[in-house]
C-alpha cells in the first residue's frame, strides 16, 4: 500500500467577505446593468445561502470587473496557478524532509485553465524537480479530481513501491465567473467557488518503510460512473471560455446512489459505514453536504471539517478534498481507524478513497 506522508496548502493572500464579493460580482454578472431588482435578489440569496463566509481569490476584486475575455483569465490563470502550486509543493516536501529532487511523479489535477505546457512542465525548473521527473496532468475531472488524484497515484505506485510521487491540485475557479451571463449556474458559481492549492505527497509502500515515515496508508479506492448524467456538471467551452453547466440534479445523484456505493466498497474491505472513524467529503455545498450526511446516517458532525472549509474558502473544485485532508492529517484518528475520502464531479462520477492509519510500530518496520 502507498502511503499518505504530507499535505500542503495555498491560497491567495487576499481573503474578501461574502458580502463584498457579492457586490463585485455582481458588476461582473451585470457589465450591462441588465441585473434588475428581482435577479439581484436572487443573487444575493444564492450567495447567502452558499454557507460561504470569506474566499480567497485569485485577482484584488476591483480586477474582476476589467478581465477582458478569456485570454485574461487564463493568463492570470497560469500567473497565479504557479505561484501557488510552487508554495504548496514546496510547503508538502518540507513538512516531511524531502527536497524536490526526491520527486519521482508529479500529478498535477486543474480543469479552471488551460495550457500548454502544463502548469506541472512550468514548474520542473522553478522548483528544482530532477530532469527525468514522470508528469501527468490530468484535465477534466474537476471536483473528482482531488480523490480521484489520490486513488490515480496510488495505482501507479503499486508498479513503483519506491518511487514518491506529489499530486498538485490548482483551481482558480473565480476567473472563469461569466460576464454578463445572468444564468441561474453563474450565480450560484460566482458566490459559491474559491481559489487555491494543495499537494498531497504519496510514497510507496518500501520507500516509505525505509524513510519510515507516518501517514495514513491507501488501502484502496473505487470510481463510480452514473449513466445518462453528463449534464449534470462541467464547462460549456466557448468563446467566453469555460461556462459553467451546474444543475440541481448534483443532489439527486447524491441521493439516489451514493449509499449503496459506499456501504459496497466499504464492504469489500469487510467495514461498515460504523467503522469510519474519518469523513474527508469534498464541501460541494450545503445541500449537498446535507445530503451526504443523510443518506449515510452521519452524526451531525461527522463532515465539520468540510462545512468549515467551506466556510473560509468556497468550493476550489478538485483542491477542496485536499483540504480536508490536510486538517484530518493534522488531527488524525486513533492507530487503526478508517477514513473515507470521497468526491464527486463531471461525468457524472465518484471517487472512493479508503485510507487507514497504522500503528506507529508498523509504519516504521512496515
Keep these: 500500500m502507498s502511503r499518505i506522508v504530507s499535505v500542503g496548502t495555498a491560497v491567495p493572500d487576499r481573503t474578501d467577505p461574502q458580502a463584498r464579493i457579492t457586490d463585485t460580482f455582481a458588476q461582473v454578472i451585470s457589465r450591462s446593468g441588465a441585473l434588475d431588482g428581482p435577479r439581484r435578489a436572487l443573487l444575493h440569496r444564492l450567495h447567502g445561502n452558499t454557507g460561504v463566509r470569506e474566499r480567497h481569490l485569485a485577482l484584488p476584486l ?5 478581465l477582458d475575455g478569456f485570454r485574461a483569465a487564463n493568463d492570470a490563470y497560469v500567473r497565479v496557478g504557479l505561484e501557488l502550486g510552487e508554495r504548496a509543493v514546496r510547503e508538502a516536501l518540507d513538512r516531511v524532509g524531502l527536497v524536490p ?14 495550457a500548454a505546457p502544463s502548469l506541472d512542465a512550468r514548474l520542473v525548473e522553478p522548483l528544482g524537480l530532477r530532469p527525468d521527473v514522470r508528469r501527468l496532468p490530468l484535465f477534466g475531472l474537476g471536483c473528482v479530481a482531488g480523490a480521484a488524484g489520490v486513488a490515480r497515484v496510488h495505482d501507479l ?21 461569466q ?6 449556474a453563474n450565480l450560484v458559481a460566482s458566490g459559491l467557488f474559491g481559489d487555491g492549492a494543495a499537494a498531497v505527497v504519496v510514497i510507496g509502500d518500501r520507500r516509505a518503510a525505509a524513510l519510515g515515515l507516518p501517514g495514513p496508508e491507501v488501502v484502496g479506492a473505487r470510481s463510480r460512473f452514473y449513466p445518462d448524467t453528463a449534464g449534470v456538471m462541467g464547462w460549456d467551452v466557448g468563446g467566453s471560455g469555460f461556462r459553467i453547466v451546474l444543475t440541481t440534479s448534483v443532489t439527486d ?6 449509499a449503496e456505493d459506499v456501504e459496497g466498497f466499504l464492504e469489500s474491505h469487510h467495514l461498515r459505514t460504523d467503522d469510519v472513524a474519518r469523513w474527508v467529503a469534498h464541501p460541494g455545498g450545503p445541500k449537498v453536504l446535507d445530503a451526504v ?5 452521519l452524526p451531525g458532525d461527522a463532515l465539520a471539517r468540510s462545512w468549515d472549509n467551506l466556510a473560509a474558502n468556497g468550493n476550489m473544485s478538485s483542491v477542496s478534498v485536499l483540504h480536508v485532508l490536510a486538517e484530518t492529517l493534522a488531527q ?18 465518484a471517487e472512493l478513497v479508503l485510507l487507514r492509519w497504522p500503528a506507529a510500530e508498523a509504519a516504521v518496520a512496515a
Excluded: N, Q
Excluded at 62 to 66: L, N, T
Excluded at 101 to 114: H, P, Q, R
Excluded at 157 to 177: M, Y
Design 253 to 258: 445523484v447524491v441521493r439516489r446512489y451514493l
Design 62 to 66: 476591483e480586477d474582476y470587473p476589467a
Design 332 to 349: 488524525p484518528p486513533a492507530e487503526g481507524d478508517h477514513a473515507l475520502m470521497f468526491a464527486m464531479g463531471p461525468g457524472f462520477c
Design 179 to 184: 460576464h454578463d451571463d445572468l444564468s441561474t
Design 293 to 297: 450526511t443523510e443518506v449515510l446516517g
Design 157 to 177: 505506485l503499486k508498479g513503483d513501491p519506491d518511487a514518491v510521487a506529489v499530486l498538485l491540485g490548482v483551481e482558480l475557479c473565480s476567473l472563469t465567473v
Design 101 to 114: 529532487a526526491d520527486v519521482d511523479l508529479l500529478v498535477l489535477a486543474s480543469t479552471t485553465g488551460v
